[in-house]
């Protein structure tokens, strides 16, 4: 039976993982073992550990290695204990296949531990683009250090392609975010007005708002501040409010929630909804609002309109029910309108594709699992070798 760790260290990376996690328990020819570090296990940020547990994982090893600053000093220190911490978890397990999702710098740690101690890496959700954020050169950088590949699309299998990676390595999966929604594997309407006291009777904006990492010296204030006033616009609104990610500038953005939130009956400013509690409340709202990749990914499959605010999300494939604006009041509150307002707009909402369920089965997990059980692991396998495609190839990852 092969072993197959997975990390984890954020509430939105666990929502993606978590259709995964569960196929990888029940294959008969793998063994899970799941480590849990980073924002899970702050209680500020909503102890997100607990929800891992609620859903029936057993949680193999916790790496406790956060630390209470949004300074880059603390962050850089964070992932060097994370990753001498995980180098003893790696020995001990000695998993066949380290799973790792997404972009976030908290992956440089496991990515590292495995790599150096010969452990084959399988990464999902590689080949995308975000312009606005340092996520950009973490995901590339995974990708070389990779040994399998799962991106979402056909296109970001295309580009990993171009990155000179072997096209065997390649595995186009679509989003396992996509799998939970079709497994409605989400709350329902009591649940959210049980557990977070929504009023279902009320239209509802869902709104996260992460900082702009790649530029130096960003300032957070003046982003939200502009997201503020245009929120303030639509006070006949329920809006639900999520806190941003543990990254630079975060500690501005939620103080900047909290005294918005702080008077208003209107507003409902959660630390964390849960992943099933978060694609519940998309599910009803009227539209998306700020920079998540929930917003680009998630949201369409619910025929929810998004408007997608500045620079982060910048790259990804789109489908057409995303509204992009800049971070200026004015334009906010100008595509909030149209989301809401604009009746063929709303009408098109119907009919939107979305282009992270590239086989319209929304199995991405058993694609996964798939691969994982059945993939020879030898030499082949952790010998990684340059490989550029020839033009002519382009065309079986289907880009025009």
Known sequence: ????????????????????????????KLELSLVVAGEHLVQWKGNTINEIKRDGFNISEIINSSLASDRT????????????????????????????????YELFAPAIAALIQRIPIAHIAGGETTYGVLDEQVRHAITKMAHLHFPTTWEYGWRIRQMGEEAWRIHVVGSPGIENINNCDYMLPNELEEDFGINLEKP????????????????????????????????????????????????NIIEAWQQYAADRPN????????????????RLASVVVGNSSSGIIEAPSFHVPTVNIGERQKGRIRADSIIDVPCEEKEIVKGIKKALEDRDFRQSLKDVFNPYDP??????????????????????????????????????????
């Open 1 to 28: 039976m092969r072993k197959i760790m997975a990390f984890t260290a954020t509430r939105a990376e666990y929502g993606l993982l978590k259709p995964i996690l569960r196929g990888i328990k029940q294959s008969p």
């Open 73 to 104: 000093e603390a962050i850089i220190k964070s992932v060097g204990l994370t990753t001498i911490l995980l180098s003893d978890t790696i020995r001990k397990v000695e998993p066949d296949f380290l799973l790792l999702l997404g972009d976030r």
């Open 204 to 251: 509802i904006i869902l709104v996260t708002y992460h900082p702009e990492t790649l530029e130096k010296g960003y300032q957070a204030p003046k982003d939200i501040e502009q997201l503020v006033r245009a929120l303030k616009h639509f006070s006949g609104h329920q809006q639900v409010i999520t806190y941003p990610g543990t990254e630079v500038g975060y500690q």
């Open 267 to 282: 507003v409902i400013l959660k630390k964390s909804l849960g992943s099933r509690g978060y694609l519940g409340v998309m």
């Open 359 to 400: 086989y319209g089965d929304s199995n991405a997990s058993g694609r996964i699992v798939k691969v994982l059980e059945e993939i020879p692991i030898n030499r082949k396998l952790l010998e990684k070798r340059l490989d550029f495609p020839s033009p002519e190839e382009k065309r079986n990852y289907h880009v025009q």
